[in-house]
């Protein structure tokens, strides 16, 4: 298996324009997390997905950040619109089920917002 | 105060040192895990805790569920060990909150 696949990698947009992150977990997991990591606030939870419904998105810091999970295979994180404070790295990690032992994680989306 | 502690923030060894990273958590958890971040930004999980020790190659991972307390240690360092090693708590069944990390570096 290929591995949790994240894209972009990198990410450069102006204030204001809408961003989409993609994310693709591992095949057969069933729970998929977003997190942001950011030098001042280290890695932070945004919102997880059991089977495809969302369960926490406590994290989700504004409602101009939204994220869905259409199937097992595919999950979005959105920004609109986008702002300088929103520059960070975007993780997507998969777990088989929510009594898991080891998170996969994704490389990670580096964003940045000018 | 941040629910999830990490000491020291910065680390530098050399060689062949003996390694060890601590964490300190203030709420009440399911279970502890260590991750690795190497400089390319990659996450990898290194274990998994709720009681006890764990042992992975020249990786060691304890954990006092009392103290609310866990160490990862590292023998034998090595160059390539240089990394942000990130203590993280499971609250509840799934969420994980993270401490700011540990940057080690190895000199050769």
């Known amino acids: 298996d290929a591995g949790v696949i994240q894209s972009p990698r990198h990410e450069v947009t102006e204030m204001g324009q809408e961003v989409t992150l993609r994310c693709k977990p591992i095949?057969?997991?069933?729970?998929l997390f977003w997190y942001r990591q950011t030098m001042m606030r280290g890695l932070e939870l945004l919102i997880y997905f059991n089977n495809n419904v969302p369960i926490d998105d406590s994290g989700m810091p504004e409602d101009r950040f939204s994220a869905k999970m259409p199937n097992a295979s595919f999950s979005t994180l959105k920004i609109q619109p986008s702002e300088p404070r929103d520059s960070a790295v975007y993780f997507c990690?998969?777990?088989?089920?929510?009594?898991?032992?080891?998170?996969?994680f994704g490389q990670g989306t580096r964003l940045t917002v000018v | 105060k941040n629910e999830v502690e990490q000491s020291p923030q910065n680390l530098t060894a050399q060689e062949g040192e003996f390694i060890t990273i601590n964490c300190s958590y203030s709420v009440g958890i399911s279970a502890l895990h260590w991750l690795q971040q190497h400089p390319g930004g990659g996450i990898v999980s290194l274990f998994m805790?709720?009681?006890g020790k764990k042992k992975h190659g020249r990786l060691i991972a304890t954990i006092n569920i009392q103290e609310k307390h866990s160490s990862l240690h590292i023998t034998a360092s090595h160059p390539r060990d240089s990394a942000v090693y990130i203590c993280a708590v499971k609250q509840g069944a799934q969420k994980l909150v993270f401490g700011q990390g540990t940057r080690l570096t190895i000199n050769p």
């Open positions: 805790l709720s009681s």
């Open positions: 095949s057969g997991h069933n729970s």
């Open positions: 990690a998969s777990t088989p089920g929510p009594a898991y032992t080891e998170a996969f």
